[in-house]
């Protein structure tokens, strides 16, 4: 396994809420010796994974055609040092207000399952 702060436990290989075997076990009392489970480890998110320049550069492309039929080409010919000071704006923003954009959630990579031993009981 690798870091164990990153392993989180699910019964059903869809919600992994339990950090470890013994918390997952505690709140599940139908589990035991044979019962299978899952652990996998923890991907955390940044919010930068979900906007970028191209996002907002898409998004007022966008609203200006509906506005006007003649905005086809708005912000086509925006350099890319443009959108890399974008970029670089917005993850200024997103570091600055971290308390109120970090992630909550993560996902799970290399989920693999695991039977319950008798070791495990103990």
């Avoid at 996998?40 to 609203?63: C, L, R, W, Y």
């Avoid at 200024?92 to 993560?106: D, G, M, R």
């Avoid at 990579?109 to 495990?120: M, R």
């Amino acid at each position: 396994m690798s870091d164990l702060a990153n392993i989180y436990w699910s019964r059903d290989n869809e919600e992994f809420n339990a950090q470890s075997l013994g918390e997952l076990m505690d709140c599940h009392d139908d589990l035991g010796v044979g019962s299978i489970v899952y652990f996998g480890n923890a991907v955390p998110k940044h919010a930068s994974q979900f906007i970028d320049a191209g996002t907002i550069i898409e998004t007022m492309q966008n609203a200006a055609g509906e506005f006007c039929e003649w905005a086809d080409d708005y912000l086509d010919d925006l350099p890319e040092e443009a959108i890399a000071e974008l970029d670089a704006m917005l993850i200024a923003w997103i570091e600055k207000h971290s308390k109120y954009t970090k992630p909550t959630w993560y996902d799970i990579e290399d989920a693999k399952e695991y039977v319950i031993t008798p070791d495990d009981i103990c």
